[in-house]
C-alpha cells in the first residue's frame, strides 16, 4: 500500500470516528464466536437478564448437548478460567468433589468487601448488590455417557 493510500483511509476513519462519537451509538452486540477476551461489558451487568441468557448461550458453546467429556475436573476448570476472563469465579479446583448435580455461587471480580455507612464490616458476593440482594449459582447437571459424561450448565439466580 502506498503512503498516500494509508494517509487517505487514516482521514477516512477518523471523520467517520467523529461522526460517530457525537451520536447516541448503542453498544455492539456481544458477538458468541468471538475469543473471550473479545467480548463487550454486557456481561458485567448480571442484574438484566438479557445479559445473563448471553451467559448462557456462551456457556452452551464451551460444550455443546453432544459432546461428552472424559475428564470433569479438567472442563470444569477451563470453565473457572473462561468465567474469570470474563469476571466471574466459582469455587471449584481439583479438590472439588464431582456428583450428577453441583451448584455453584458465583462471584463478580472476587466480590466485595469493606465497610458501608454506618461503619460496618461487609462481604458479598460483588452481584447481589446491583440485583435486588440475589447472587447468582452456576447449575451443573451431569449424566452418564459410555464411561464420559454429559455436562449441562446455566447460571441462575439464587
Known amino acids: 500500500m502506498k503512503f498516500k493510500n494509508l494517509r487517505y483511509l487514516t482521514e477516512q476513519f477518523s471523520t467517520l470516528i467523529k461522526e460517530h462519537s457525537s451520536s447516541n451509538v448503542a453498544a455492539p452486540e456481544w458477538n458468541p464466536n ?16 438479557c445479559n445473563r441468557d448471553r451467559l448462557n448461550f456462551w456457556l452452551k458453546t464451551l460444550n455443546p448437548s453432544d459432546k461428552p467429556v472424559f475428564d470433569v475436573h479438567g ?45 460496618q464490616y461487609f462481604k458479598d458476593d460483588g452481584i447481589s ?12 447437571n451431569m449424566t452418564n455417557a459410555d464411561g464420559a459424561k454429559m455436562i449441562d450448565m446455566k447460571i441462575q439466580e439464587n
Open 34 to 49: 468471538a475469543g473471550v477476551g473479545d467480548v463487550d461489558t454486557k456481561h458485567l451487568y448480571p442484574e438484566k437478564e
Open 75 to 119: 472442563f470444569m476448570n477451563t470453565v473457572r478460567m473462561k468465567l474469570n476472563l470474563v469476571g466471574y469465579d466459582i469455587p471449584f479446583n481439583r479438590q472439588t468433589e464431582l456428583s450428577d448435580n453441583m451448584q455453584f455461587e458465583m462471584t463478580q471480580f472476587g466480590g466485595r468487601s469493606g465497610m458501608n455507612e454506618q461503619g
Open 129 to 140: 448488590h446491583k440485583n435486588n440482594g440475589k447472587g447468582l449459582t452456576l447449575v451443573v
